[in-house]
């Protein structure tokens, strides 16, 4: 039997996604009955609604892995009903809904519970489901017209109570579970109010314990990026890169930062003003993390987890003068240039230079 992935979707596994089964209960602080929800029988989704809600279960197709506790099995035992097509996939949606609006003891702010069922294509020929689940809030929006007055054009502004918003910023909380055992999670989450964590009442709705510490994700994503910078040919890089300008700046940004995020860690990496050999370091880098599990997740990075042997850059010259750092060697006044002979000039600037014995 083969292993379960450590990754996350890739590019490739998001844009295969497909709805099988959709459904969305309405959920608003001012409906008195059922938790403040109001179920639905059905969603008719013409292609444009499909590509909109598509987009939403794209955006949300990572996440913090996590692993359902054993004893926490509510959750878990719902989301394999769903999976089953003689199953009453409204009614259990419905049960899912209700325990989610239940728990929230605090004010609850208007909008959708989602719960889809979704196929992507984890390998040729091999096509498998995911339950995905998100809670957006309604953002009120305006829409317009315009009338001929007196030969004059006039915009009239007529206001979208129920809008859904196309933006990230839209989705509060969301879950991708895989009841199967394809992925070495079970779930991966996010929650907008409390990120890098989980609120208590969505985390106990969910019924996971993380799958990793800080610290082992901090090393994984350095560790990462170090075996991908030592596969890249010199031709790949820009002029005077190496492997330890990828490795320093990961480093740097892993000390200077008090939240993971996988595109701002990316682009702190990655420096190349040649944009399209930029977007391909870009797309293997993410691949990358996205294999060994880091792409997606959020979390403190602990730097101090990274063992010194890692996080040292050391360059030894032929001469016998060995230079040792830690981070990017552009922050610590190292400069390195090539010379026609095939030689290289070391330049080091520093406000102090002394001896030690």
Same mark, same amino acid.
């Not at 909109?52 to 197709?61: E, N, T, V």
């Not at 317009?144 to 809008?163: C, D, F, H, S, T």
């Given at each position: 039997m083969p292993q379960p992935l450590e990754s996350v979707l890739g590019q490739a596994q998001r844009d295969s996604l497909e709805i099988h089964n959709l459904i969305f209960h309405i959920i608003d602080p001012e409906i008195e009955e059922d938790d403040h929800v109001l179920?639905?029988?059905?969603?008719?989704?013409?292609?444009? +609604?499909?590509?909109?809600?598509?987009?939403?279960?794209?955006?949300? *197709?990572?996440g913090t892995q996590y692993k359902f506790l054993p004893e926490a099995v509510s959750l878990k035992e719902k989301c394999e009903l769903l999976l089953d097509d003689a199953q009453d996939f409204n009614q259990i949606s419905r049960q899912i809904t209700r325990d989610f609006?239940?728990?929230? +003891?605090? +004010?609850?702010?208007?909008?959708?519970?989602? !719960?889809?069922?979704?196929?992507?294509?984890?390998?040729?020929?091999?096509?498998? $489901?995911?339950?995905?689940?998100?809670?957006?809030?309604?953002?009120?929006?305006?829409?317009?017209?315009?009338?001929?007055?007196?030969?004059?054009? !006039?915009?009239?502004?007529?206001?979208?109570?129920?809008?859904?918003?196309?933006?990230?910023?839209?989705?509060?909380?969301?879950?991708?579970?895989?009841?199967?055992?394809?992925?070495?999670?079970?779930?991966?989450?996010?929650?907008?109010?409390?990120?890098?964590?989980?609120?208590?009442?969505? $985390? *106990?709705?969910?019924?996971?314990?993380?799958?990793?510490?800080?610290?082992?994700?901090?090393?994984?994503?350095?560790?990462?990026? $170090?075996?991908?910078?030592?596969?890249? *040919?010199?031709?790949?890089?820009?002029?005077?890169?190496?492997?330890?300008?990828?490795? %320093?700046?990961?480093?740097?940004?892993?000390?200077?930062?008090?939240?993971?995020?996988?595109?701002?860690? !990316?682009?702190?990496?990655?420096?190349?003003?040649?944009?399209?050999?930029?977007?391909?370091?870009?797309?293997?880098?993410?691949?990358?993390?996205?294999?060994? %599990?880091?792409?997606?997740?959020?979390?403190?990075?602990?730097? %101090?987890?990274?063992?010194?042997?890692?996080?040292?850059?050391?360059? +030894?010259?032929?001469? %016998?003068?060995? !230079?040792?750092?830690?981070?990017?060697?552009?922050?610590?006044?190292?400069?390195?240039?090539?010379?026609?002979?095939?030689? $290289?000039?070391?330049?080091?600037?520093?406000?102090?230079?002394?001896?030690?014995?």
């Amino acid at each position: 039997m083969p292993q379960p992935l450590e990754s996350v979707l890739g590019q490739a596994q998001r844009d295969s996604l497909e709805i099988h089964n959709l459904i969305f209960h309405i959920i608003d602080p001012e409906i008195e009955e059922d938790d403040h929800v109001l179920f639905l029988d059905e969603v008719e989704l013409q292609e444009k +609604q499909k590509a909109f809600f598509l987009d939403r279960l794209r955006d949300i *197709a990572e996440g913090t892995q996590y692993k359902f506790l054993p004893e926490a099995v509510s959750l878990k035992e719902k989301c394999e009903l769903l999976l089953d097509d003689a199953q009453d996939f409204n009614q259990i949606s419905r049960q899912i809904t209700r325990d989610f609006a239940g728990r929230h +003891q605090e +004010q609850m702010s208007a909008g959708v519970f989602v !719960i889809a069922v979704v196929t992507f294509q984890a390998a040729a020929h091999n096509s498998r $489901k995911l339950i995905l689940m998100v809670k957006m809030d309604r953002r009120p929006s305006f829409s317009y017209k315009y009338e001929l007055r007196n030969g004059r054009k !006039i915009a009239v502004m007529e206001e979208v109570p129920n809008a859904l918003s196309e933006t990230k910023a839209a989705v509060q909380k969301s879950a991708v579970v895989d009841v199967t055992d394809h992925f070495a999670w079970d779930v991966l989450a996010f929650d907008r109010v409390k990120k890098p964590l989980l609120s208590d009442y969505f $985390k *106990a709705f969910l019924g996971v314990t993380a799958r990793h510490q800080d610290s082992e994700l901090t090393r994984i994503a350095h560790g990462t990026v $170090k075996k991908w910078a030592g596969k890249l *040919a010199p031709e790949a890089m820009p002029e005077g890169e190496d492997l330890f300008s990828y490795t %320093g700046r990961a480093f740097n940004y892993l000390n200077d930062h008090a939240q993971f995020d996988t595109d701002a860690f !990316i682009d702190a990496v990655i420096k190349d003003q040649n944009s399209e050999r930029k977007d391909v370091l870009v797309r293997q880098l993410k691949d990358e993390l996205a294999l060994a %599990g880091v792409a997606g997740q959020q979390f403190v990075p602990r730097p %101090g987890s990274i063992p010194k042997k890692q996080s040292k850059q050391v360059y +030894q010259t032929a001469e %016998g003068v060995t !230079i040792t750092f830690e981070g990017d060697k552009d922050a610590v006044g190292l400069r390195i240039e090539a010379k026609p002979d095939g030689g $290289k000039i070391l330049t080091i600037e520093t406000n102090q230079l002394s001896i030690k014995q």
